[in-house]
């Protein structure tokens, strides 16, 4: 099985990992060190902050 390539960039992933507290981990243990409410938690804001652009965009 081939390993998909991430939609976000390394810099909005570690952005976003800053804003909700767990950087650290991923510093120390690389992205496999974080837990999979973290990731959820990561893509959710992503998610969130698309949606305020697009939002923000139309007007």
Wanted: charged residues 35%; without cysteine; proline residues 0%.
């Amino acid at each position: 099985m081939t390993r998909r390539r991430g939609v976000m960039s390394d810099h909005l992933k570690e952005e976003l990992a800053k804003e909700l507290g767990f950087y650290d981990t991923v510093q120390k243990d690389g992205w496999g060190g974080i837990t999979a409410r973290d990731a959820g938690n990561m893509v959710k804001r992503a998610v969130q902050m698309a949606e305020e652009r697009i939002s923000r965009d139309k007007t």
